[in-house]
């Protein structure tokens, strides 16, 4: 869903010429009326108020963001494809440090001089690689634990630590998957009934013939129907949900977990019926401080001698060496990380060594974090001031509000609540490691009803992928113009076509105002005023038809052609979710199938482009709420 779909950048036309009257289809508008739904309950906004909408003349017809509710803008350095080579050159490379450093900056491939194990000299770097040889006694842990300082420390260790030490409860489990997809009501009940015949023939020695058989899971169909072991969810010690698994999940979760090893079980999910199998049971193992304090202590004498050298080195660099390092780099810093372990993650997950490593997506199919950077700016407030920080170890660092900007932007990579209208444009999918190939625009109906509702009324941004096309750019709408141009009565073809209710036809005119990003010499500065004034805001045009009853309320609408239709548009609430997503591989509608290919890049060696230990949300907003305060 939020990746580029080539490595060349699409030209993004304005719209002109005379509309013709040939007409766009898009999606079902009661599905898209159900997404909207669930986003207006994630924002705490009465589903009721899309019908106090649905009428063609019901609000307004013109609208821009207040100061009060515009998100920020920031400079994010989307990478395209043409411009990879110019931007990572030597040239380039210095005026991407410190405070307008993108995500991964420093990173170019030819001087490449900001990571720090450039930085240091190569004095530190061998000291560094000759303390990780070395390994800490029992009997030097024994004595080291003898010492309540050092207990302590361990302990604050292990609260930190403890949720991803703890195991959950796990099944492995297996099924026969019978889609609903584009199926009638009608056909579902059929599907229904079909699912519970195969049900009561399938015995374990027959399983996998029935998978082969009927199943229309086309990865697990594959691998005998298997799932692999699947986590029960959960909270962690934020109260936060550890499953950020979409709403599939949770409906499946249940009664899963209900089943006993061997049991055949019917679950009927908002994707179809998986008759389901579980094969395997791991009971919850919560972790404690005593099973794991003498590990934990090892572990962190060990660390010690390695972060040594190079917490000499960095103690003695220049403050504007520090201006120069990323916001990945004084995350890092900031967390006494000195592995640098989310540098180097985005180095060769989301930066230029990716397509070094086999089971990545290389460079020419995505490169891009707009889909953070909109989250983000939406989710939380802007922060407007510097602020410095002093880690663990006594190392002052100093976050412009850009940094903190960018940190946002790699946590919010995936997000907690999210809906979408519309499908978008064929590309790959991060996910299954596959092509997307029947895109389908949002319905132009939902559309206009969430413009005026949504963003005017409820003055609740939205994210939108501009127009369909080969490249993927995540824009917030921030306001519009609204102009209906004709309303006409409706033809016996379009009556036929729509619903026997459809009376009039309506021909709209729609200019969407959206933030992108904000040029790089202002993104340490306040934005949102200038984006409530409509200093940032780049305008896209859209036409489209509403099917309207004898009382003008909308039935349905469509995109004409000579417009270019939004691609997609989505929705978010909550919070980042960057930071956890890999802890439950469940993350999404993409459920069925998924997992093996997951499991098959694991089993090699490598790892799924699936999210983010390193950018842990609630220390990036800890971050924030300091500027916020200051």
């Known amino acids: 869903m939020k990746t580029s779909k080539s490595s060349k950048l699409s030209l993004l036309l304005p719209f002109a010429g005379l509309l013709s009257m040939q007409a766009i289809a898009g999606t079902n508008y009661q599905k898209d009326r159900a997404s909207m739904e669930q986003a207006y309950r994630d924002v705490g906004v009465p589903v009721s108020e899309i019908d106090n909408f649905a009428n063609l003349r019901s609000g307004v017809d013109h609208y821009m963001i207040d100061e009060k509710h515009a998100p920020w803008g920031g400079y994010f350095m989307p990478m395209d494809g043409g411009g990879i080579a110019t931007r990572w050159n030597a040239k380039a490379a210095p005026s991407f440090g410190g405070p307008t450093a993108h995500f991964n900056t420093g990173l170019d491939r030819t001087t490449y001089k900001r990571t720090y ?101 086309t990865l697990t169909v594959k691998n005998g129907g298997k799932l692999g072991m699947i986590p029960q969810g959960g909270k962690d010690s934020n109260g936060e949900d550890i499953d950020y698994d979409g709403q599939v999940v949770r409906e499946l979760e249940t009664p899963l977990f209900a089943l006993s090893v061997g049991e055949i079980g019917l679950i009927k999910t908002s994707l179809g019926i998986h008759i389901m199998q579980v094969t395997q049971k791991s009971a919850y193992a919560p972790a404690t401080f005593s099973n794991h304090v003498f590990s934990l202590a090892k572990a962190t004498m060990e660390k010690d001698l390695r972060d040594a050298p190079v917490i000499a080195r960095i103690k003695k660099l220049s403050k504007q060496k520090f201006h120069e390092f990323s916001a990945a780099e004084k995350f890092d810093l900031y967390l006494s990380r000195y592995d640098f372990v989310a540098t180097k993650w985005e180095q060769y997950n989301r930066g230029p060594y990716r397509d070094d490593r086999t089971g990545f997506m290389p460079l020419s199919v995505w490169e891009g974090f707009c889909n953070g950077a909109r989250a983000a700016a939406i989710a939380l407030s802007e922060p407007k001031h510097p602020i410095t920080v ?172 000579g417009s270019t239709a939004p691609d997609f548009v989505w929705f978010v609430a909550g919070r980042g979710m960057d930071d956890i997503w890999l802890k439950d591989q469940y993350v999404s509608a993409d459920l069925v199938g998924r997992l093996p290919k997951i499991q098959e890049a694991l089993a090699k060696g490598e790892k799924p482009f699936v999210g983010n230990y390193h950018m842990h949300f609630n220390d990036i907003k800890k971050l924030f709420e300091i500027s916020w305060k200051k």
Request: charge should be negative; proline fraction near 4%.
């Open 117 to 217: 194990f450039k930085t240091i000299d190569t004095e530190v770097e061998s000291q560094v690689k000759e303390a990780a040889n070395k390994t800490v006694s029992d009997a030097e842990v024994t004595k080291f634990l003898l010492d309540q300082k050092n207990v302590n420390r361990i302990k604050a260790i292990f609260e930190k630590q403890k949720d991803a030490l703890t195991v959950p409860a796990k099944v492995a489990a297996r099924h026969i998957f019978l889609s609903f997809k584009d199926k009638s009501a009608a056909d579902i009940a059929a599907i229904e009934t079909r699912a519970r015949a195969i049900a009561k023939m399938v015995t374990d020695r027959n399983f996998e013939d029935l998978v082969a058989k009927y199943s229309k899971d």
């Open 390 to 561: 002093t880690n663990a170890e006594g190392i002052e660092i100093t976050f412009e509000p850009n940094d903190l900007k960018i940190l946002a932007t790699g946590a919010y990579f995936y997000v907690d609540k999210y809906q979408q209208m519309g499908q978008r444009t064929a590309g790959y999918n991060l996910v299954l490691f596959d092509t997307i190939t029947n895109p389908i625009p949002p319905n132009m109906a939902m559309f206009d009803i969430m413009v005026r509702s949504f963003l005017a009324e409820h003055k609740k941004p939205f994210i939108i992928d501009k127009n369909p096309g080969s490249h993927l750019w995540n824009v917030i709408g921030i306001g519009f113009d609204r102009r209906i141009k004709e309303v006409r009565p409706a033809t016996a073809e379009e009556i036929k076509a729509i619903s026997p209710k459809v009376t009039k036809v309506a021909l709209v005119e729609l200019t969407l105002q959206t933030l992108m990003e904000v040029d790089m010499q202002i993104a340490n500065l306040p934005t949102v005023v200038d984006v409530a004034a409509g200093k940032h805001s780049v305008p896209f045009e859209y036409a489209y038809r509403l099917y309207l009853d004898d009382k003008e309320n909308i039935i349905d609408g469509e995109a004409v052609s």
